[in-house]
């Protein structure tokens, strides 16, 4: 009986393999789906090819070649792929910025000059690391809290950090109390508010009534290193609008919370590029202890700002060097004095650590110099309105006959100016019949929009509008009324009708749509696309990494108007259920054209991971 083996022997084994087998067989499934998972969040699955493969490394089988978009709107896409889900980023890249990421530089090896700011600068992923997943919104994400209460609080949840709140709490920047983020509407030079030192800025100019609008003749303000934008929330009480800007920093997220506020701001830095801003588009330059070298490279970031500034603009600088309380002090005050004055500026006033220099009317004084006096005028060559990529020069920026002739820019106040001809119209040949009846035009289709809206929204619904491509500005210029600003972008290979737009008191931005925008995830309420998918596709884009990027800069409940063509239309529609977007109206364009309107509501949805971190 010794050699026989026993049956309750042998069922135990036989039940401890099958044990064993289901056992790896689970390890199998579990780690290999998460392995699976893990190759779409960093590599991009197979089947969405056509997106772009992953943001975070390349494929085995791409051999280095550059994706391209097949897709040809309104003809037959054969084999092509609409995926009925997207892949869900890791929750890691809630904020991911893909062209303002650290994790690329570091990746792709980039030797870049931390000395200039280069790292701060735009850096995009080729097309083969891009990512293809949605990004997700952080745990316990809200609705963003309605403007103008959206001012002076956010929900926490929706930007988890709290460090500045921390590092700055002597400045009064921000205080975390329970579940939102208040903002006194201090800063690092204004403790005591914004309102305040901006009233104090208008007493030292002598403008009536420490306005500093000075009865609508400063309306646009660059505010360089703005920390949370509280300077530009405040202006706005006085019918001004800045361009807060700041880069993505050891304080990464300022941006971040100024847009979540509600407040105009973009992501950017005085590095070695030209700011995306034509020539004399601001009234007004403002730097409270923005931490920048202004004497380094023979004052270049300073003559950058000069080439943005109008004719009588001002640079208002507030900084221990205004006072000069230590022989260090003293000598950067100095050098900065002699630089300034080589360059024309006077000082317009002075108070305790505030000066406030002020620009030519006209080239007279650069004239006058002495021959060989540094920083030269610009080369009559330069194209002072070429701003994409286009690198900063030590020079100064001559103005144009007109402007030499007006001794000045010309501009009616603000809001005549809205909707007043501007003289630059002249520079791409239209006259002013023709800038009003695209005044008009625009004026009737922004009437219809809100119509087609009207179901969905209330007054304080939209607050972060852009119009992705803005050509003059009219589409902006119709929703004065409306509680709202516009970030106006102008294609990077178009007419540069961008300084027609600062021109008319808006702001907004150069940009190629083929490439990623300088903004974090989740930060506008409204996309305005008027034939921007036509316009890709002429240049060999992806549609889908467009539709990709509008999801990653769109709020959830927020809303796209595509103006386009119907295979335009046709095509956006069978991405709808990946991307978790519904319809919401369609209409044709009313006999202008071939064009049409289409409306759509991104979902509001959260991760499992998100939902359980959120209970």
């Known amino acids: 009986m010794r050699g026989r083996p026993d049956g309750g022997q042998k069922k135990r084994l ?58 040809k709107f309104g003809q037959d896409e054969g084999e092509d792929i609409v995926p009925k889900t997207f892949p869900v980023c890791d929750d890691r890249h809630s904020e991911l910025i893909p062209c303002l990421d650290r994790h690329l530089i570091y990746q792709m090896r980039l030797k870049l000059d931390l000395s200039v700011m280069e790292h701060y600068e735009r850096h995009c992923p080729p097309p083969e690391r891009r990512y293809n997943c949605l990004i997700p919104p952080p745990p316990g994400y809200k609705v963003p809290i309605k403007w ?48 305040k030192y901006i009233a104090s800025i208008a007493n030292m100019l002598n403008f009536s009534h420490n306005n500093l609008n000075n009865e609508g003749r400063i309306r646009t303000v660059l505010d360089v290193g703005c920390g949370v934008a509280s300077f530009g929330a405040y202006l706005l009480s006085s019918d001004i609008i800045a361009m807060s ?28 590029k030209r700011l995306p801003y034509p020539s004399r588009s601001f009234e007004l330059a403002h730097c409270s202890r923005c931490r920048i070298d202004w004497l380094q490279r023979d004052g270049i970031l300073l003559l950058e700002l000069d080439r943005l500034l109008r004719p009588g603009g001002y640079f208002a600088y507030s900084s221990p060097e205004a006072y000069a309380q230590d022989e260090e002090d003293l000598r950067i005050w100095r050098e900065m004095s002699a630089l300034v004055g080589r360059m024309c500026w006077r000082i317009a006033a002075k108070r305790n650590q505030t000066v406030i220099w002020q620009k030519p009317l006209t080239n007279d004084c650069y004239m006058e110099r002495e021959p060989g006096t540094n920083p030269p005028v610009c080369r009559s060559d330069d194209d002072p309105d070429a701003v994409w990529g286009v690198p900063m020069e030590a020079c100064i920026t001559p103005y144009s006959d007109h402007d030499q002739k007006a001794k000045g820019s010309g501009l009616a106040p603000w809001p005549a100016r809205l909707t007043s001809p501007p003289p630059r119209l002249a520079d791409f040949g239209y006259s002013n019949e023709m800038f009003e009846k695209d005044t008009e035009t625009w004026r009737h289709r922004v009437e219809s929009y809100w119509n087609l809206l009207s179901p969905k929204i209330e007054d304080d619904t939209l607050r972060n509008l852009m119009d992705m491509k803005a050509n ?6 119709a929703l004065k009324s409306k509680n709202v600003w516009v970030m106006n972008v102008v294609p990077e290979d178009g007419p540069n009708t961008l300084k027609v737009i600062y021109d008319r008191g808006l702001i907004g931005t150069t940009h190629n749509w083929c490439e990623a925008f300088s903004t974090y995830p989740r930060t506008y309420d409204l996309l305005h696309a008027w034939t921007v998918f036509s316009d890709i596709e002429k240049k060999g884009c992806s549609a889908e990494d467009l539709l990709l990027e509008m999801d990653r800069i769109l709020r959830p409940s927020g809303f796209v108007i595509i103006r386009d063509k119907q295979p ?31 409306i759509i509501q991104k979902k509001l949805w959260l991760t499992s991971e998100s939902l359980r971190n959120s209970e």
């Not at 003059?472 to 210029?477: D, K, N």
């Open 14 to 71: 036989i039940a401890s393999l099958c044990a064993v087998a289901i056992f790896l067989g689970f390890l199998y499934v579990y780690y290999g789906s998460s392995s699976r998972g893990a190759a779409d969040l960093g590599y991009g699955s197979k089947s969405l090819r056509k997106l772009g493969s992953s943001y975070l490394g390349g494929d085995d089988d791409t051999d280095g070649k550059q994706y391209e978009s097949s897709t």
């Open 148 to 195: 103008p209460q959206s001012r002076d609080e956010v929900w926490k949840a929706n930007i988890p950090h709290t460090h500045l709140a921390h590092e700055k709490s002597d400045q009064n920047w921000m205080v975390v109390q329970g579940e939102k983020i208040v903002f006194p509407g201090g800063g690092t030079h204004f403790h005591y508010g914004a309102d």
């Open 245 to 272: 800007l700041a880069p993505n920093d050891v304080h990464q997220n300022q941006i971040q919370f100024a847009l979540e506020r509600g407040i105009p701001a973009y992501l950017g830095v005085l590095g070695t």
């Open 472 to 477: 003059l500005g009219s589409f902006a210029a």
């Open 568 to 598: 335009v239309i046709d095509f956006v529609k069978k991405y709808l259920s990946a991307l978790h977007w519904e319809a919401v109206a369609t209409a044709d364009s009313d006999n202008e054209g071939d064009d049409i309107v289409f």
